[in-house]
């Protein structure tokens, strides 16, 4: 075997997480080093899309892969993977994408966002012009209770500031995505600088304020998201208070990038078919 060859089968043995990948799966990737919501929707959503066609993600797939899907986990790892609504976050994600793209193979069905698609393509690689964050397939899994609103707003912080006592803040450190929804689904508006919390909310049809406060550099996957919903001029604020004059985007269309992402899952991984792909412009 030529060296080349013995290296790209190093590189695919291991998981995000450093375990043995399953030779004969699907290896869903994700960031599952902490307790994120955002991140443990994961395998929420990769599971309900292949219940729709009776399949599952542990059984085992004609094409045997690494599958990133949501999380801003462009960058990390080394091996080669099919893409399905990730992104980059930061200036070292876009650093890691453009030292990794003389090696790593990646099969892009959908990004999150413009933003990881400018960086892809200018690394090389081909890429659908198909955008979104799996998340906002959300109300499709889980509808939620729609109550009278009860609170005027909830907090919600970024997973690293754990921020979370007070009635108002809700912790984005969960699994729990149906308690997490229902308690959006409460609030007049969210004021959130965890993204999930963003998409989330929005997601589910409640207005939202950025909290920018600590995320500068990670400014990009904030970008991504405004910009894949078709909004450019981007409000935010840097405290509570200031949140609380701010009024909040407007609610995106979501039903076209929904539709993308439904369209364009690599169902082929399991089932050996793969649909006419478009490149991007």
């Known amino acids: 075997m030529e060296l080349t060859k013995q290296i790209g089968v190093l590189r695919n043995r291991k998981t995000l997480d450093g375990r043995k990948a399953d030779r004969n799966k699907v290896n869903l990737e994700y960031w599952n080093f902490n307790e994120n919501l955002g991140d443990l929707l994961a395998p929420v959503v990769t599971q309900w899309m292949l219940h729709r066609l009776g399949l599952d993600l542990y059984r085992e797939a004609a094409k ?6 949501i999380g801003s986990v462009l960058g990390l790892g080394v091996f080669d993977a099919v893409i399905w609504g990730s992104g ?18 990646l099969d892009i069905r959908a ?28 109300p499709l899994i889980y509808p939620g209770r729609r109550p009278e609103k009860k609170k005027k707003y909830v907090v919600i912080d970024h997973y690293m500031k754990r921020k979370t006592t007070g009635d108002d803040r809700l912790s984005i450190r969960t699994g729990d995505y149906r308690t997490f929804l229902d308690k959006i689904l409460e609030a007049e508006v969210v004021y959130s600088s ?12 409640v207005p939202s304020v950025f909290l920018r406060q600590g995320m500068e550099e990670e400014m990009l996957k904030y970008y991504d998201w405004y910009f894949a919903t078709g909004r450019y001029e981007v409000r935010s ?15 995106p269309e979501l039903e076209e990038l929904r539709e993308g992402l439904l369209q364009s899952f690599p169902y082929d991984l399991w089932i050996g078919q793969k649909a006419g792909r478009r490149k991007c412009e």
Request: positive net charge; contains cysteine; hydrophobic residues 35%.
């Open 64 to 69: 045997p892969c690494h599958l990133m899907t």
């Open 88 to 105: 980059v976050n930061s200036f070292a994600h876009v650093g890691r994408v453009t030292t990794q793209k003389g090696y790593r193979k």
């Open 111 to 138: 990004v999150r966002g413009p933003v990881t698609a400018q960086v892809l393509r200018e690394n090389g690689y081909t890429c659908p012009q198909i955008y979104g964050d799996p998340a906002i397939l959300l």
């Open 194 to 205: 965890s993204l999930h919390g963003i998409i989330l909310a929005e997601s589910y049809g």
């Open 237 to 251: 604020a840097t405290s509570l208070a200031e949140a609380k004059e701010t009024e909040p985007m407007k609610l």
